[in-house]
């Protein structure tokens, strides 16, 4: 006798095994990535420099090893937890508002954030411990102010419009402060805003890791409320979520994650806005599977921007801003002809 396996159990179990693929490929893609570059290490050769003591200084196992731990590992780990984190929150935005085309640039939430790191390079001398902090408080204050210039009006009308006119400021105060800056503060302006992750190292990673992990944790908890969003925001309130509260907490947890996330990247686009696509696509709209999934995903994609971008130029690099938004683009024309 043939046992029946309900549909729901098979479509959870081809989840999963799509969960573990990504998870599969990211593992393979940061392997990929660590041993490609200007100084080419042998993939076969990862593991024992990972896992034995330093070499002998001249050899060239001690090449390796000093590149793998000191240099690519550190940036390919910082690349994928950046990678996670864009595509979290874009697809927590585009449920939170019901819009396709909604990520924490469209409430001012990444503009906010950018005009206080570009206040700190042109004021504060630029170093991460100042740029950090200035981002942080930019995401936030731009949040609080989309937030209560947006509550005047009902629904989620007035909360994006709110972020429509706080980019437009944002943007032109940006402007301003290139405009003045010299021409040293004017070139660091110019290559942090065109993103890069040359600045992943292990104290980066050791002090933004464990808030951003957190942070992010917190976010993926409120996945059924997201889920019921998709009926509608009536329907989610009817089925008991306070949908005022969750989307306070949302905004404001999204302005923790891209804030200092910002002042260690600079501008790095479309990832939180096609990745939530490309995994919605694959695996349905169950944000019980989505967000990780798109966590995986965005990880997927920035690493391998990224090692693309230290291939493409060797030895030289090119900003990983200027890659995902070059592949970036296209693609999400791409998605938007094929879906019509």
């Excluded at 024992?48 to 390796?64: N, Y």
């Excluded at 693309?308 to 690099?317: D, G, T």
Aim: a positive charge; proline letters at 5%; glycine letters at 10%.
């Amino acid at each position: 006798m043939t046992a029946i396996t309900h549909p729901r159990r098979v479509i959870q179990q081809d989840s999963n095994w799509q969960l573990w693929m990504l998870a599969g490929l990211l593992v393979l893609l940061l392997m990929i990535s660590a041993s490609s570059g200007a100084v080419s290490i042998p993939l076969s050769q990862l593991p024992k420099l990972l896992f034995s003591p330093r070499f002998e200084t001249g050899t060239e196992q001690q090449l390796w090893q000093s590149v793998l731990l000191d240099m690519r590992l550190p940036r390919v780990l910082f690349g994928a937890l950046a990678g996670a984190v864009l595509a979290l929150t874009g697809a927590a935005m585009q449920a939170l508002f019901r819009n396709p085309l909604a990520e924490p640039g469209l409430l001012g939430i990444s503009s906010g954030a950018s005009l206080g790191a570009v206040t700190a390079i042109l004021f504060g001398g630029g170093s991460l411990m100042v740029l950090a902090p200035a981002a942080f408080a930019g995401s936030l204050i731009a949040t609080a102010l989309a937030y209560h210039l947006g509550k005047r009006y009902q629904g989620i009308a007035g909360l994006l419009l709110a972020g429509i006119a706080i980019n437009a400021i944002c943007g032109s105060l940006i402007g301003l402060m290139t405009y003045m800056a010299d021409d040293n503060q004017l070139r660091s302006l110019t290559f942090w805003s065109m993103g890069s992750l040359a600045g992943g190292t292990w104290s980066l990673l050791g002090m933004l890791s464990p808030a951003l992990l957190i942070i992010s944790a917190m976010v993926m908890r409120h996945w059924r409320a997201m889920n019921a969003l998709l009926l509608g925001e009536r329907e989610a309130q009817h089925l008991g979520f306070p949908m005022k509260a969750i989307r306070r907490k949302l905004v404001l947890l999204t302005a923790l994650l891209i804030g200092p996330l910002v002042a260690a990247t600079g501008g790095i686009g479309f990832v939180g806005l096609v990745v939530p696509h490309l995994v919605r696509m694959m695996l349905g709209a169950d944000h019980r599977r989505l967000l990780p999934a798109a966590m995986l995903g965005g990880a997927i994609a920035l690493v391998a921007a990224d090692c693309l971008a230290r291939l493409v130029a060797q030895p030289a690099e090119l900003p990983i801003g200027i890659v995902t938004s070059l592949i970036g683009g296209p693609f999400f024309l791409w998605l938007l002809i094929s879906r019509k």
